[in-house]
């Protein structure tokens, strides 16, 4: 390894930027070869002390998921944060995720938690599958303060919106669209009649919008209902494919 020939010491005591601490902390992991820095090996290579990193951004994780890095050395880290990991995948991707998909976002911890806990790849997905298809799909009943009319809490569970987008199979009620099929489509669990006037957060009144037809139906304060709300969602076909690609000039 040759030195650097010059090379400009910082001042000390002069302010460091948000944009300078993550650079560095990405340097390091680069180093590393690694998609993570444990906060003791920052604190032996990083050109800052590990703790202005903490205080600028609250914690170590949220300086690594900044710097759009895995939270790999984290300990102790519940099934729920394991699963809840997974379902996020699973929507972004519209389909079962891949092991190598752990190590960048939107996934925030990688193998290593999962290979411990469960032993392999196909065991995590395996327990993941079996735990959000278990008993107690239904939503967290009403907190203290709501209204004792409702029977529900807004946020639906992680088993909840499992089913509700394994039912619509990943795919957008209002168009169809599924990130499956087109990179870049978000998927969210949305109310049919919003929580706000009075809609249950249960399967029935849940349904899977992609951010586009979400946010339309937000600007215009109407909830998408769609007309074959009763029927199975239309299932994507080839033709739907070889339309985009024909849109993007292939
Ligand atoms: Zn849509």
């Not at 190590?103 to 959000?132: D, K």
């Not at 008993?135 to 209204?147: F, K, L, Q, R």
């Amino acid at each position: 390894m040759t030195e650097p020939q010059f090379q400009l010491s910082r001042v000390s005591g002069a302010p460091v930027s948000d944009e300078e601490l993550i650079a560095d902390l990405q340097r390091i992991a680069s180093a590393l070869g690694s998609d993570t820095v444990p906060q003791k090996t920052y604190g032996a290579r990083g050109t800052f002390d590990y703790s202005t990193l903490i205080r600028r951004f609250g914690s170590w994780n949220n300086a690594l998921r900044l710097a759009g890095l895995s939270i790999a050395n984290e300990i102790n880290i519940s099934d729920e944060r394991l699963f809840e990991n997974l379902l996020v995948l699973w929507q972004h991707f519209g389909r079962q995720p891949r092991r190598s998909e752990l190590a960048s976002p939107p996934s925030v911890i990688s193998q290593t938690p999962y290979n411990r806990r469960f032993g392999s790849w196909t065991a995590a997905l395996e327990a993941f599958v079996s735990f959000a298809n278990g008993a107690g799909a239904e939503s967290p009943t009403a907190s203290a303060g709501v209204t004792p009319s409702r029977r529900t809490g807004r946020d639906p569970s992680l088993r909840l919106r499992w089913h509700v987008l394994q039912r619509d199979r990943f795919c957008c009620r209002g168009c169809g669209t599924s990130p499956a099929l087109t990179t870049g489509v978000e998927l969210h669990v949305d109310h049919i009649v919003p929580w706000s006037k009075g809609g249950e957060t249960v399967l029935e009144n849940l349904q899977t919008l992609c951010s586009v037809c979400n946010l339309g139906k937000s600007n215009v304060g109407e909830p998408i209902i769609p007309p074959d709300l009763r029927e199975k969602p239309r299932r994507p076909v080839n033709s739907d494919v070889r339309a985009q690609g024909k849109d993007h000039g292939v």
